[in-house]
Nanobody, 115 residues
């Protein structure tokens, strides 16, 4: 059974940084896509950043230039480094993986940006 486990969330002051990680377990197959999404209260879930197995990345305009997504394909693990965090970045962050045509979600990790 494929499971995604996110970690690295927490409370951080504006201007601070966080490094989120998402590990995939239970699959011998390589993910062809992994991404980070977020959902703030009252808002729809939105893409933050994604990366394909080939290394192509995509970022939301709101985080472009201050976030970096990298993957360890051998471990089916993806990391999201976020810098210069703003209160608007406060949300529940979810990891998504696409493996052999199936999509999987983690339970989420909370990021709160507040002074």
């Amino acid at each position: 059974q494929v499971q995604l486990v996110e970690s690295g969330g927490g409370l951080v002051q504006p201007g601070g940084s966080l490094n989120l990680s998402c590990a995939t377990t239970g699959s011998i197959w390589r993910a062809n896509y992994m991404g980070w999404y977020r959902q703030a209260p009252g808002n729809q879930r939105e893409l933050v950043a994604s990366i394909t197995a080939g290394g192509s990345t995509n970022y939301a305009d709101s985080v472009k230039g201050r976030s970096t997504i990298v993957s360890d394909n051998a471990k089916n693990t993806v990391y999201l480094q976020m810098n210069s965090l703003k209160p608007d970045d406060t949300a529940l962050y979810y990891c998504n993986a696409q493996i052999r045509g199936n999509g999987y979600w983690g339970p989420g990790t909370q990021v709160t940006v507040s002074s």
